[in-house]
Structures are given as C-alpha cells and as structure tokens.
T-cell receptor, first 115, second 113 residues
Framework: AQSVAQPEDQVNVAEGNPLTVKCTYS??????LFWYVQYPNRGLQFLLK??????LVKGSYGFEAEFNKSQTSFHLKKPSALVSDSALYFCAVRDPYSSASKIIFGSGTRLSIRP | EAQVTQNPRYLITVTGKKLTVTCSQNMNHEYMSWYRQDPGLGLRQIYYSMNVEVTDKGDVPEGYKVSRKEKRNFPLILESPSPNQTSLYFC????????????FGAGSRLTVL
C-alpha cells in the first residue's frame, strides 16, 4: 500500500536561512509526488510536482524539491526563508497507475520562520 | 477565475440536525473529492467522484453522503451530525487522470454541539 510520511510536525527557521521540510514515501513503481501549502484560513495550494525527469524540481515562491529514489524521499527546500513562508506544508504521493482518487497526503509540517 | 467554491465557510450546528456543505468548480474537472482535516491526522478522504453519477467511499465515509448529479457540483451531506464530525472540510477537484494537480476550496469549518 502506498503511504507518505512527514516526520516533523514543526520546523523553525530564521529568516534568510535555508529551509528543508522532509517527506518520505512508499509506493510501488515510480511515484507522482506533490507539495502543497496551506496558509491560514485558506485551502491547499499546489507548489510543485515530480513526475519524471530531472530530480530537482522548481516550483512557486522560490521553492524546490529533490526526488531521491534510493532514499524514497522528496524533501522541500528553499535557499533563503521568508517570514511569509510560514504555513502548513503537505507532501502527497500517487501511484501513476492508479487514479486521482488514490492521492495520499502526509500529516503536514508547520513551518515557522522567525524574523 | 478557476476555482472551487465551498459554502458555508463556517457553521455551528447541533447533533442530529441535517446539513449540506456545497462544493462547486468551474474548471470542468471530472474528479472531485471531499477531505476532512484534523490536527495531527492531516487530510483524510471522505468520498470521491470520478464523474457524474459515479461516487465512491474514501477512507472515512461513515456518517456522510454525497451526490454528483452535475459535473460542477459535489455536495457533502451530514444526515445526522455528531460531535466527532467537528472538523475542517475541504473540497477538491482535478483532472481524472494524468499527473493530477488538485484545486482546493477555501474550507468549511464545522462545529457540531
């Protein structure tokens, strides 16, 4: 069965420092991987996705994520954090041979950027 | 603007009083889904629909009903709400296949007393 894990409930980073939000997955075959962000009182917004190709994927707001097949990870990164990046981040995974209904979300990581 | 619209955004109700949370999308998406978000549990899927008149259970369907009579609408029905259904609910839509990116509504916060 496919699954996704976000091992950290909260990540705290000083503004201007690099940030990493971790995600590991379990799925048969080559996965589709996604990151979504949720700002207060808002729905989830798509940040980036990995389907195939280059392991480093660039997305919105300066975020990027690196697909590592051997470690089954898809960590979200940003070189220089902004206070406005503070939000709840969700990793999601889907087996490409399954349907849209089989997208599985992680439990979320709250990112807090201090000035 | 492409969007998923949920109503109401906030609702306080009492045990047993039937309620409906509406969801509408304007992107002609085949796939629609309802999730509930609870602290520490992330997003859990309640029901989903792959197309008109096609619905199926997600991971936590108990106590909920849905219908998909039109492509754009996917209402969530709580026939007899209970306090354990107090939660934040999200509707999402997306293409049926491919590397589907989901578009989410803004959420509906439901409190059942």
């Amino acid at each position: 069965a496919q699954s996704v894990a976000q091992p950290e409930d909260q990540v705290n980073v000083a503004e201007g420092n690099p940030l990493t939000v971790k995600c590991t997955y379990s799925v048969s075959g080559n996965p589709y991987l996604f990151w979504y962000v949720q700002y207060p009182n808002r729905g989830l917004q798509f940040l980036l996705k990995y389907i195939t190709g280059d392991n480093l994927v660039k997305g919105s707001y300066g975020f990027e994520a690196e697909f590592n097949k051997s470690q089954t990870s898809f960590h979200l990164k940003k070189p220089s954090a902004l206070v406005s990046d503070s939000a709840l981040y969700f990793c999601a995974v889907r087996d490409p041979y399954s349907s849209a209904s089989k997208i599985i979300f992680g439990s979320g990581t709250r990112l807090s950027i201090r000035p | 603007e492409a969007q998923v619209t949920q109503n109401p955004r906030y609702l306080i109700t009492v045990t047993g009083k039937k309620l409906t949370v509406t969801c509408s999308q304007n992107m002609n998406h085949e796939y629609m889904s309802w999730y509930r978000q609870d602290p520490g549990l992330g997003l859990r899927q309640i029901y989903y629909s792959m197309n008109v008149e096609v619905t199926d259970k997600g991971d936590v369907p108990e106590g909920y009903k849905v219908s998909r009579k039109e492509k754009r609408n996917f209402p969530l029905i709580l026939e007899s709400p209970s306090p354990n259904q107090t939660s934040l609910y999200f509707c999402a839509s997306g293409p049926r296949s491919g590397a589907n990116v989901l578009t989410f509504g803004a959420g509906s916060r439901l409190t059942v007393l």
